[in-house]
């Protein structure tokens, strides 16, 4: 909802024009001649409005007299505080758990917590849900790149590459922010650690014209001339007494802890030392430095690094697929041109451990067909002998029903004499019966089993 506030009537055509422009969420001041600013209104009296607005990525304030404006359009305090904290996605590639812990606990949560049942509550819960979801990503190991997430395990498998990119993402923010010194150094740390990458072949294209603009910069401040005494009196000359004195001594503080930093640097070996402005001569050698940057970075081809990032991309992809014998015959054929590629030795020590656990995998394998071929005949001997053990114990039982049955009055032994008929005979006789038929039950049910 917008907040009108007119200087004179405005017609109605224009005023639909305005409450238009009012849901884009920025402040409207419109003039009389039909011109339009759009930013943040600082203030408003009888006199002048005051309007912020930006003009080629830099904040500027327009006083306009109030003679000359037509109506403002303003914002409601949720709207000015959705435009600051809303997010836009899809979120970047690469990024870490700290982007979206800034925009989580720094935007979004705060803007929920202000307005929980404001208009745009809805969509701002969801932005949260989104970042949310991708940080747990992060934290497991996952990563963005392309537009599309990687698991950790793809990750590891292109680890080198991503990395890479990861470091010309951050020379490109510092790059952007102007932060000159910082994306020289992270243009260093991408030579040195991803030197066979695409990433560093699209810096050596980018790191160009980071070079020609510090070069200028460093030529315009030395072409001044400003010595420290000539900085102290251009900050003093309006100034008096105590506050003349306070100037002066920051100043001159400030020029001997920029000397202390340099010292301390070039001890470390530092290759792009911090500038020092109070210092000519000091900016006179980072030149130098800046020149013979320039001049190497020339001579490199990035071409030839992106087309030799490209095969050892191709090999190192087609070794985690398991064509190893593919891979190797790749890593043949391109010998000469990969004979003084440092990763090529990385693929190489790959190709040998993945060489190494497919031959585990394969032993184990036939490991366990051997097991499996003991295991199966092991079980037929066991079954076969419970086959035999029944069938010998119900003949044997069934013999000594037959001697039973058999015998006659004649044949029968009289009670007390020797080897006659008794109740423990007849007793042994069912025994083994019983037992016979207990064998057979149990070979029966292990079978079924």
Known sequence: MTRNIFKKQIPLAASAVILMLGSAWADTVILNDGTKYEGNVLSETDEKVVIQVRVGGILDEKHIPASEVQGVVMQTPE?????????TLPTPDLRGVAYYDELIDEKLKPFIAEFPTG?????????LETLEGEKEKVQQGGVKIDGLWLSPEEYEQRKYWIDAEKELLEMRNHADEGNIVSALRTFDALENEYPESGAFAQALTEVRPVLERYDRELRAEIDRGLTLDDRVRAATGS???????????????KAELAEKRTEREKKQDVKWLTPNEYDNRMLGDIRKTVKSE????????????????????????????????????LMERHEAKLDDSEYLEELAKLEERLRNEQASREEAEVVMEVDKESIAKAASEAVEAEKDAEEAAAAEAEEEVQEVSGWGDADAPKEGEEGGFSMVTVGIVVLLLVLAGAVFANIKKKNED
């Open 79 to 87: 709207q000015k505080m959705w435009e600051k904290s809303k997010v």
């Open 119 to 127: 208009v745009h509550i809805r969509e701002a819960k969801l932005q």
């Open 239 to 253: 100034l008096s007494g105590a506050e003349k004195r306070v100037t002066e001594a920051t100043i001159r503080r």
């Open 294 to 329: 320039l001049e190497r970075v020339i001579e490199l081809n990035p071409a030839v690094i992106e087309e030799r990032a490209e095969l050892l991309q191709r090999i190192e992809k087609t070794l985690y697929e398991g064509r190893l014998d593919t891979a190797a015959s």
